[in-house]
């Protein structure tokens, strides 16, 4: 499923990131990478926030879509 449709403290590994290679370079560049633990902070006005290597990073819902978990 799509990390924008996981609940919010919800620890889970990434499966597999799709989209457009920019796409894919981009994500992976914020560190979410395949195998990679992410977890859902908070969602705001249609953004995500997630919990990744310890870091918080922002992101739209159409790019979270991208990111499956």
């Not at 992410?38 to 879509?65: F, H, Q």
């Amino acid at each position: 499923m799509p990390v924008s449709m996981a609940k919010i403290g919800q620890e889970m590994p990434i499966v597999k990131i799709s989209g457009k290679d920019e796409s894919r370079r981009f994500l992976e560049s914020l560190g979410l990478v395949v195998g990679e633990k992410v977890t859902v902070v908070s969602e705001i006005g249609g953004n995500i926030i997630l919990n990744v290597k310890n870091t918080r990073v922002a992101i739209d819902k159409s790019m979270a879509n991208r990111i499956i978990v």
